[in-house]
């Protein structure tokens, strides 16, 4: 044993982090595996025999710990959006358009952009506080995503602890946990070998990994990361570009894809498309295309948002991967609306990595358009995760016997009549609630994470309740008993009563969540908030005519009559007074009174420490109160909230003549306004 053990594992721990870096980041290891297994043993020999100098940091830590039961909900206090996505030159050109339409910019002015390939991986939210990795979830729904921390410890090139980080107080890392072409192709020779099931494709390799409970298993697969954006910050400030935070990242030990370029134009981006799709064959990961984003972190905050995706980035997507197969049978499926959707029953076909046996149809316009037949020869297309579709046919290659499509005229399901609202494409089951795959996909809908969040709820379980009609709607959840759930095949006491303890919990909820559950037609989580915004609570909005549902933003004629003929439904009315008796209840909100709401109109930024509460609840009050908040300082902030710490963003208010005040005046004027 060393004279100094504690010496010896911190030069050991150092060591093998650099080496790891050598190897997994550059491709270019300066010691052989034994001398690095050597290094390795000594370290956890060292630490077992001395437990007191062993570190959290430690690279003997990514090896995996115990099992774990299961993955707990991670809420993003920043939402994790999606992307729009641009399939030509020519959307491409119109997002420019637009973003220097919204930054007031000339037609001749260009931006400065980002480009990133776009990893086809697993996003993730990665946590330090201190500089030490503390949390690590999915993305989720974008708004609630998976607890992973056990898993992502043992990937290879994911710092456990940050170089120089000691004095932030907590930095939200975002990026892409992927699995590399050669290690996918070795760990399906292994499975392969060991008569085990192997992988359709590595992005599947790569969830399945981070969905193991026992984080061993993990450990010994080849996963990767590489980092691409910033969540939530408190501590420090960072730096004011995309490419600068990038930079920033590396010099803190995080991996960076090498291939990110920053450009300026739009036409540079177009230039990097190109010659990236070129040598896209060569590189060592799978992408599906290019991420471009806007440089200016500042210009980021003026361009904002929309409902589900930045207005300042947007996915090039690369061309739809292709095959053919033939056309076996077409069934219609019901879905919770009513909608009757054909789908296309294949031969099995690989299209990109992954095979192929359904497909959709859409509706019976594309069966026309398309003039297809069972029996044809079909060109199937699959982009990314969109569902599988139908492209064409091929009717010069028709053999033998073909059958015509027919689209039914009575539900599948129920029997009841299909009918087709003018100017819809959709035809739809007139039975409603009747009708058990509506009742299915409602329940299905009600019970699901976004809505009521009754965990353990699975669709399975919906189908068997509904199957044995102990489930008429929704509201019949709440009348469930210990002994008929535990009375049910594969369920058990401990299952039944985690889920009466689910179901339980989930009676204290939101308007906007209940409203949401209620499976209105075109009422998505967006709406649903701005309707339990607006409106305040249930009575009112039942009470609510066409014009009222209009005033409310974003709220068109089409939803605005959907939520109308929801409420005017004797049935649906019955179903929420029911689940109000059960219980259900949600905090009261007052309505955001918009003439009135004291901060309408301004955009606030917070940066610096703040002692009565924390950054982000400073952020929920003054969205509250009817502010914006943006998180970089621009010519179109109203206040910068600085405590202590406060650096860049402080000194470009001051440049720009932004008001500056700490939190004594916050708290002052706070008591004003409320």
Known sequence: MPADPAKRIAELIALIERYSQEYYEHDAPSISDAEYDQLFRELQTLEVQNPQYARRDSPTQRVGGKPVEGFAPVMHVIPMLSLDNAFSN?????????????????????????????????????????????????????????????????????????????????????????????GFTRLNQRAEAQGEKTFANPRNAAAGSLRQLDPAITAKRPLAFYCYGVGVTQGVDIPDSQYGLLRWYESLGLPVNDEVQAVSGIQACIDYYEQLSRRRSGLDYDIDGIVYKVNSLAEQADLGFVSRAPRWAIARKFPAEEALTHLLDVE???????????????????????????????????????QVKIGDLVVVRRAGDVIPQVARALPEERRGELRKIVFPSHCPVCGSAIVREEGEAVQRCSGALTCSAQRKGAIIHFVSRKAMDIEGFGEKLVEQLVDIERLKDPSDIYGLTFN???????????????????????????????????????????????????????????????????????????????????????????????????????????????????????????????????REEATELLKSLGASVAGSVSNKTTVLLAGPGAGSKLAKAQALGVEVINEDEFLARKSAWI
């Not at 609306?337 to 990109?352: F, K, M, N, W, Y």
């Not at 089409?558 to 689940?579: D, G, Y």
Request: proline share 4%; aromatic share 6%; charged share 25%.
């Open 90 to 182: 020519d959307e491409l050109l119109d997002f420019d358009r637009r973003a220097r339409e919204r930054l007031g910019l000339l037609e001749t002015a260009t931006i400065d952009y980002v480009c990133e390939p776009k990893l086809d991986g697993i996003a993730v939210a990665i946590r330090y506080e201190r500089g030490m990795l503390v949390q690590a979830a999915t993305r989720g729904d974008g708004q609630t995503g998976e607890d992973i921390t056990h898993n992502v410890k043992t990937v290879k090139n994911i710092p456990l602890q940050l170089h120089g980080a000691e004095s932030i107080d907590a930095l939200e890392v975002r990026g892409e946990i992927f699995m590399p072409k050669r």
């Open 484 to 614: 008929e759930l535990a009375a049910l095949p594969r369920m058990g006491a401990k299952s039944a009563q985690n889920l009466i303890d689910a179901i339980d919990r989930s009676k204290r909820t939101t308007f906007a969540r209940f409203l949401y559950a209620l499976g209105i037609r075109e009422v998505g989580v967006t709406t649903a908030e701005r309707l339990a915004d607006y409106f305040g609570d249930i009575e009112s909005l039942i009470a609510a005519s066409v014009d009222d549902l209009l005033a409310v933003p974003d709220v068109g004629p089409i939803v605005a009559n959907h939520i109308r003929s929801f409420l005017n439904s004797s049935t649906h009315l019955e179903v929420i007074s029911t689940l109000v008796q059960a219980g259900l209840s949600w905090p009261e909100v007052a309505p955001i009174d918009v003439d009135n709401a004291p901060l309408v109109g301004q955009t606030w930024v917070v940066t610096g420490k703040l002692e009565t509460f924390s």
């Open 332 to 370: 219609f499926q019901v879905g919770r609306t009513g909608a009757i959707t054909p789908v296309a029953r294949l031969e099995p076909v690989s299209v990109g990595g992954v095979v192929v046996s359904n497909a959709t149809l859409h509706n019976a316009d594309e069966i026309d358009r398309l």
